[in-house]
């Protein structure tokens, strides 16, 4: 029998190894579902409001217990969607840029966030251009991937790389259902510790020419089939080690594991209702 050890090396001598994070959360006081603006959405389809909470204080509780910082902002009454705290900017060593929603419904959000990282002492480049922060925004070692299609505009891929001072590669989306980058794209690896950049990605969210884009950066990546996808398995949140993902993904989960990585299921099927699972709820503020 051969006894599966987690933290040992892999056969390519890469050790998944954990980083400390530091996250910001945002309590779904006033979640709901009150309008749709993407294809998950239907105002007919409720929120049990109770079970919605007490699946966010697990996500919370998820991270704190594997030693990270969480750090909570106000929801604003009258914004629903406020929960997904990922859409609020791209945070990356003491600079964020701030987010401008493509929807009215969720305009308010983006001067609340930003207000809440001046704050905190962070220096908030102001958006010109649409973009919905770490939803179409994932840092990864020394560039940023950056979605479009759906949300975020090409002109704030420009925007973006001139505010934080890195290079941006633009990716297209093509599938409706998978309109954030976030929801197609996970990073299990940042590539900022001692183990190379890693993504798991579903090639179906993209156009031919961003597949190619990412076969050719990302050759080794983990590819999602479209079940893991469609119950929102890229929608993950990693340490480098632990991988907090949807409990509905489990053979993207079993990928996961023969691939070096501890998955950490959580549910959050309520917030399913909405568009959004684990890492929409979750904002990393990138040292
Ligand atoms: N209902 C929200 C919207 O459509 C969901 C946002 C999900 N967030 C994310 N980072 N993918 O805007």
Known sequence: M?????????????????RDRHYL???????????AINPWMDVANLVDVDRARQQWEVLRDTYLRLG???????PLPGQPDMVFAANGALVIG????GAMFRFPERAAEGGAYAAWLSAQGYRVHEPRRTNEGEGDFLALGSMILAGTGFRT?????????????????SLELVDPRFYHLDVAIAV????NGTAPADIAYFPGAFSR?????LRDLFPDALLCDEEDARVLGLNAVSDGHHVVLPAAATSLAASLRRRGYTPVPVVLDEFLKAGGSVKCCTMEMHR
């Open 25 to 35: 959360m945002c309590p779904p006081a006033h979640f709901e579902v009150a309008y």
């Open 209 to 213: 020419h961003s597949r190619r884009t």
């Open 153 to 169: 505009s090409l002109e704030a891929h420009i925007e973006l790389a001139e505010a934080l001072d890195r290079p941006v590669v």
């Open 2 to 18: 051969t006894v599966v050890d987690t933290h040992a090396r892999l056969p390519t001598g890469i050790a998944r190894t954990p």
């Open 188 to 191: 299990l690896d940042d590539g």
């Open 68 to 74: 990270h910082r969480v750090d909570l902002i106000d």
């Open 94 to 97: 003491g600079r964020a840029y």
